[in-house]
């Protein structure tokens, strides 16, 4: 791998996580599981998988990465959040149960399994303006929605019914849906796009 590959890391402490693997691999990237504080140091970004955001959180706590993640984002680290990645990265949650938390850093309400069980799944065509065209092929699981944001996020993509599933703020972006299981790999090239941005401010502030 060349030395310039954006150094990213997948959260590996439950959900898809090979996929995404799979996905930043196929861009390009120097993708590797993270799952302590040391690995997450050795990253440019991060990818938050899908899965059961209250068992992530409650992982991220046991393994002592819950401050390391919060700190990273605050220290402007780009991270990309699919699904259960897009709860931890909203600064409010509906729906989550007692005592969960979030990494946080976009300002957004967001809402657990807005669409019902696992049965209720569904896939639909987006149009996601800043990706351009073809429409993304989106798949729901269990999937949450965005009710609330702030003027700092940027809704990327919403319903029909108006109900936002993908936003951005800064070097923060999260979608309700999980691309990395549909071939759809614009949203990850974007969060690598962001990953070189950060390290073309880094070079030049120094």
Known sequence: MAGNSPRVGVLA??????????????????????R???????VEGLVLPGGESSVIDKL??????????????????????????LILLADRIDGGIEGQQTFGGIDARVARNVFGSQTASFETDLAVPALGDPPVHAVFIRAPAVLEWGPDAEPLASLPDGRVVAIEQGALLGTAFHPESTGETRFHARFLDRVRDRRGADVVAS
Not at 36 to 42: D, K, V, Y
């Open 36 to 42: 302590r504080p040391e690995e997450l140091a050795a």
């Open 60 to 85: 991220a706590r046991a393994f002592g990465m819950f401050d390391p993640i919060r700190d990273a984002i605050s220290a402007g680290m780009p991270m990309y959040g699919t699904c259960a990645g």
């Open 13 to 34: 402490l439950q959900g898809d996580v090979r996929e995404h693997l799979a996905v930043l691999t196929a861009l390009g990237a120097d993708a590797r599981p993270v």
